[in-house]
């Protein structure tokens, strides 16, 4: 093995980058385009593991090398083994990784460039919130390939109107970013040399509030909409009260009355 073999070899799957309370990971397998393989699912799940139990880390950025934000699964591992139990396994690990997104307290941020298809479009529809460069193009496109996206439609059926979903499903068709964003998979559409800077505002933003607030307000938004409108309200007028009697909740109030900035304090 020569030395350029053993350099691309040894070059991490994923990379962590923390800055004032935002952490960054960037898939990193830009010469497969940021394909989830099941290593990369694994390291991925084992990080946000590790981010969800640091009070210290407010914000998640969700980024990709090279050309591409993430190009979906592995299709050579995916034919590796044609058993029904590897592929169960395969799937299962997925979900629980976009489910891990949307359990993890701090809210999460997606950064896209190039192209975000069948997984890598899910992964997208999974972040809370998404801010993608202008040349960014997005597609369930498995049904191309005689593979229905079933997976990725949880997440896109969630983000889309259910005729926008399917159309992307049934056709496999790219959409553009500005289609993404008049559609609801991303929150923002900014030239490639503005995204970072994008998202930075947005960082900044929720940085400034109390993260007891986000940590609640999250885990009761992806409750409350999955339950009937009653059984919502219930929920959410439980999470207020809980909310409310918060030291941050009276701070932030009397700051507001008072004209001045709150001081947080985290509980």
């Not at 609801?184 to 995204?195: A, D, I």
Request: hydrophobic share 45%; aromatic share 4%; net charge neutral.
């Amino acid at each position: 093995m020569n030395t350029n073999t053993q350099a691309v070899a040894a070059e991490p799957l994923l990379l962590r980058r923390d800055d004032g309370g935002v952490v960054t990971l960037t898939l990193n397998r830009p010469a497969q385009f940021n394909s989830l393989s099941q290593a990369l699912m694994s390291e991925l799940q084992a990080e946000l593991d590790r981010i969800a139990a640091d009070d210290s880390v407010r914000v998640v950025i969700m980024a990709g090398a090279g050309k591409a934000f993430c190009a979906g699964h592995d299709l050579k591992e995916m034919r590796s083994d044609a058993t029904k139990e590897f592929q169960k396994s395969l799937f299962r690990q997925c979900s629980e990784l976009m489910l891990k997104l949307v359990r993890m307290p701090q809210p999460v941020i997606a950064r896209v460039h190039g192209i975000a298809t069948a997984a890598g479009c899910q992964l997208v529809s999974m972040c809370d919130l998404a801010v993608a460069s202008d040349n960014a193009r997005f597609a369930v496109s498995g049904v191309n390939l005689g593979l229905f996206c079933s997976t990725p439609s949880v997440g896109l059926a969630r983000n889309l109107g259910r005729k926008q979903a399917l159309e992307m499903l049934l056709t496999g068709e790219f959409i553009d970013a500005q289609s993404a964003l008049a559609r609801g998979l991303v929150n923002r559409v900014v030239p490639p040399e503005q995204l970072d800077a994008e998202i930075k505002k947005l960082a900044d933003s929720i940085l400034a509030k109390t993260p007891v607030a986000i940590k609640l307000g999250k885990q009761a938004f992806y409750r409350q909409l999955e339950l009937g409108l009653e059984e919502a309200y219930d929920l959410a007028s439980e999470v207020m009260a809980c909310n409310m009697i918060t030291e941050d909740a009276r701070e932030g109030i009397d700051a507001f009355v008072a004209k001045r900035k709150p001081e947080w304090k985290g509980r």
